[in-house]
């Protein structure tokens, strides 16, 4: 957020700082090392695990990101890296359960591979699924019809960041009609995305439309920021909803 969006917003602060542990399980993450853009190193994977830890999360669901033309993970490539992750936060004695989904752009390729089957879930049969920051993508509704007719649930990530419909708000009331879940960023409340994603994630706490809250986080500088999210009262309001479905996963 710039210096005269805080200069003239209402603060939206508290002294009060918000029990993760509550949320339980985090559900975007990026801690597989060396395959995305979060984690580079194990060391990386485990410091970010230890810090999660930390903040009372029982269990990561960490989601590399699957892109055809960037990140061509694949389920092997990451269940393999989850194994080295799993392996070395037991070695460093880290309380903290991880398990791996992953993170689908929706490019030219995603309608194949949800055609293909074994598609990355995590919980009740939800996909983690991203879109383009530049442009909504013309075949995004006949994909989440897709998703929906082949067995998955899907869930779209950080709805909030997407700047296209922030004049658009029908649009995030359009898809939880359509049956899509949304996944909120935690740092978003702070303003760390701008102070759109700001305004944005704050309309969706009031009006109950979040599904899932996740840290999205990539490296420790997201850490710190979450510390900071802790003390925003939408935070606060989100957890005490009972909307949430983290803790179920």
Not at 62 to 74: A, K, L, V
Not at 215 to 228: E, P
């Amino acid at each position: 957020m710039g210096f005269f969006d805080r200069f003239f917003t209402k603060s939206t602060r508290t002294d009060k700082s918000a029990d993760l542990s509550l949320i339980g399980v985090d559900m975007h993450s990026h801690f597989i090392p060396g395959i995305d853009d979060g984690a580079q190193t194990i060391e990386d994977s485990v410091n970010l695990l230890r810090a999660m830890s930390e903040f009372g999360y029982r269990k990561v669901i960490t989601t590399p990101h699957i892109m055809s033309d960037f990140y061509q993970n694949n389920p092997e490539i990451i269940l393999a890296g989850l194994a080295k992750v799993k392996e070395a936060i037991q070695q460093e004695g880290i309380a903290i359960e991880v398990e791996a989904a992953a993170e689908y752009y929706l490019d030219f390729d995603l309608e194949a591979k949800i055609e293909k089957g074994g598609l990355l879930t995590f919980g009740n049969n939800y996909l983690l699924f991203e879109v383009s920051y530049m442009n909504p993508p013309d075949i995004l509704n006949q994909v989440i019809f897709k998703l929906a007719t082949n067995g998955y649930r899907p869930v779209l990530a950080h709805p909030e960041r997407y700047p296209f419909w922030y004049n658009d708000f029908e649009k995030y009331e359009e898809f939880k009609d359509k049956g899509v879940l949304l996944q909120l960023n935690i740092n978003s409340l702070t303003g760390y995305y701008g102070g759109g994603a700001k305004k944005i994630a704050e309309q969706m706490i009031e009006k109950n439309m979040v599904d899932f809250i996740g840290s999205d986080c990539h490296r420790m500088d997201h850490i710190k920021v979450m510390k900071d999210a802790q003390c925003e009262k939408y935070l606060h309001q989100l957890i005490d909803s009972g909307m949430l479905r983290n803790a179920a996963l």
